[in-house]
Nanobody, 127 residues
Framework: QVQLVESGGGLVQAGGSLRLSCAASGRTFRNYVMGWFRQAPGKEREFVAAITRTGSVAGYADSVKGRFTISRDNAKNTVHLQMNSLKPEDTAVYFC????????????????????WGQGTQVTVSS
Protein backbone atom coordinates (compact mmCIF):
# COMPACT_ATOMS: atom_id res chain seq x y z
CA GLN A 1 0.00 0.00 0.00
CA VAL A 2 0.95 3.62 -0.52
CA GLN A 3 0.21 6.59 1.71
CA LEU A 4 0.25 10.10 0.24
CA VAL A 5 0.22 13.41 2.10
CA GLU A 6 -0.21 16.75 0.33
CA SER A 7 0.92 20.13 1.63
CA GLY A 8 1.49 23.69 0.43
CA GLY A 9 -2.05 24.84 -0.26
CA GLY A 10 -3.36 28.19 0.87
CA LEU A 11 -4.88 31.52 -0.10
CA VAL A 12 -3.25 33.59 -2.83
CA GLN A 13 -4.27 36.53 -5.01
CA ALA A 14 -4.76 36.14 -8.74
CA GLY A 15 -1.42 36.19 -10.52
CA GLY A 16 0.40 34.73 -7.55
CA SER A 17 2.15 31.40 -7.09
CA LEU A 18 1.98 28.34 -4.87
CA ARG A 19 4.06 25.18 -4.69
CA LEU A 20 2.30 21.99 -3.66
CA SER A 21 4.18 18.99 -2.31
CA CYS A 22 3.23 15.34 -1.95
CA ALA A 23 5.14 12.96 0.29
CA ALA A 24 4.81 9.23 -0.37
CA SER A 25 5.52 6.25 1.82
CA GLY A 26 7.27 3.05 0.81
CA ARG A 27 10.51 1.99 -0.79
CA THR A 28 9.15 1.68 -4.33
CA PHE A 29 8.10 5.27 -5.01
CA ARG A 30 10.16 5.27 -8.19
CA ASN A 31 7.85 2.57 -9.59
CA TYR A 32 4.74 4.77 -9.38
CA VAL A 33 3.39 7.16 -11.96
CA MET A 34 2.34 10.26 -10.04
CA GLY A 35 -0.48 12.64 -10.83
CA TRP A 36 -2.22 15.74 -9.57
CA PHE A 37 -5.99 16.16 -9.77
CA ARG A 38 -8.31 18.87 -8.51
CA GLN A 39 -11.95 19.25 -7.58
CA ALA A 40 -13.79 22.55 -7.32
CA PRO A 41 -17.12 22.92 -5.46
CA GLY A 42 -19.92 21.37 -7.47
CA LYS A 43 -17.53 20.09 -10.13
CA GLU A 44 -16.12 16.72 -11.14
CA ARG A 45 -12.60 15.81 -10.13
CA GLU A 46 -10.33 16.58 -13.07
CA PHE A 47 -6.84 15.79 -14.26
CA VAL A 48 -4.22 18.49 -13.77
CA ALA A 49 -0.79 16.96 -14.37
CA ALA A 50 1.13 13.68 -14.34
CA ILE A 51 4.73 12.55 -14.52
CA THR A 52 6.31 9.25 -15.53
CA ARG A 53 8.15 7.00 -13.11
CA THR A 54 11.56 8.31 -14.11
CA GLY A 55 10.38 11.90 -14.42
CA SER A 56 11.36 12.00 -18.07
CA VAL A 57 7.91 12.94 -19.40
CA ALA A 58 5.22 15.18 -17.94
CA GLY A 59 1.72 15.98 -19.13
CA TYR A 60 -0.78 18.71 -18.33
CA ALA A 61 -4.39 19.64 -18.77
CA ASP A 62 -4.84 22.35 -21.38
CA SER A 63 -6.20 24.69 -18.73
CA VAL A 64 -2.91 24.74 -16.80
CA LYS A 65 -0.34 24.18 -19.55
CA GLY A 66 2.32 26.87 -19.47
CA ARG A 67 1.46 27.88 -15.91
CA PHE A 68 1.96 24.70 -13.85
CA THR A 69 5.01 22.45 -13.63
CA ILE A 70 5.08 18.96 -12.12
CA SER A 71 8.34 17.45 -10.88
CA ARG A 72 9.49 14.52 -8.75
CA ASP A 73 12.45 13.57 -6.60
CA ASN A 74 12.59 9.80 -6.30
CA ALA A 75 15.40 9.95 -3.75
CA LYS A 76 13.12 11.91 -1.42
CA ASN A 77 9.84 10.17 -2.31
CA THR A 78 8.22 13.47 -3.23
CA VAL A 79 6.34 15.03 -6.11
CA HIS A 80 5.65 18.75 -6.53
CA LEU A 81 3.34 21.02 -8.44
CA GLN A 82 4.60 24.54 -9.05
CA MET A 83 1.63 26.77 -9.84
CA ASN A 84 2.28 30.20 -11.35
CA SER A 85 -0.01 32.91 -12.71
CA LEU A 86 -2.87 31.53 -10.66
CA LYS A 87 -6.44 32.35 -11.61
CA PRO A 88 -9.65 32.26 -9.56
CA GLU A 89 -10.69 29.30 -11.73
CA ASP A 90 -7.82 27.32 -10.20
CA THR A 91 -9.56 27.35 -6.81
CA ALA A 92 -10.08 23.72 -5.79
CA VAL A 93 -8.94 20.94 -3.53
CA TYR A 94 -5.81 19.45 -5.08
CA PHE A 95 -5.15 15.73 -4.74
CA CYS A 96 -1.97 13.76 -5.20
CA UNK A 97 -2.42 10.30 -6.72
CA UNK A 98 -0.24 7.26 -7.45
CA UNK A 99 -0.58 4.67 -10.20
CA UNK A 100 1.12 1.57 -8.85
CA UNK A 101 0.06 -0.99 -11.45
CA UNK A 102 1.38 0.69 -14.58
CA UNK A 103 4.91 -0.47 -15.36
CA UNK A 104 5.44 1.38 -18.63
CA UNK A 105 7.22 4.60 -19.44
CA UNK A 106 4.27 6.93 -19.89
CA UNK A 107 1.30 7.99 -17.70
CA UNK A 108 -2.49 7.97 -17.46
CA UNK A 109 -4.87 10.93 -17.30
CA UNK A 110 -7.97 9.07 -16.09
CA UNK A 111 -8.98 9.06 -12.43
CA UNK A 112 -9.79 5.35 -12.56
CA UNK A 113 -6.21 4.44 -13.45
CA UNK A 114 -4.81 5.66 -10.13
CA UNK A 115 -4.67 3.36 -7.13
CA UNK A 116 -3.87 5.62 -4.17
CA TRP A 117 -4.96 9.11 -3.20
CA GLY A 118 -4.00 11.72 -0.65
CA GLN A 119 -6.49 13.65 1.45
CA GLY A 120 -6.12 16.83 -0.59
CA THR A 121 -4.98 20.37 0.07
CA GLN A 122 -7.10 23.48 -0.46
CA VAL A 123 -5.99 26.12 -2.95
CA THR A 124 -7.97 29.36 -3.01
CA VAL A 125 -7.24 32.12 -5.52
CA SER A 126 -8.90 35.47 -4.90
CA SER A 127 -9.68 38.04 -7.59
Amino acid sequence: QVQLVESGGGLVQAGGSLRLSCAASGRTFRNYVMGWFRQAPGKEREFVAAITRTGSVAGYADSVKGRFTISRDNAKNTVHLQMNSLKPEDTAVYFCAADQKYSGNYYHRSIGEYDYWGQGTQVTVSS
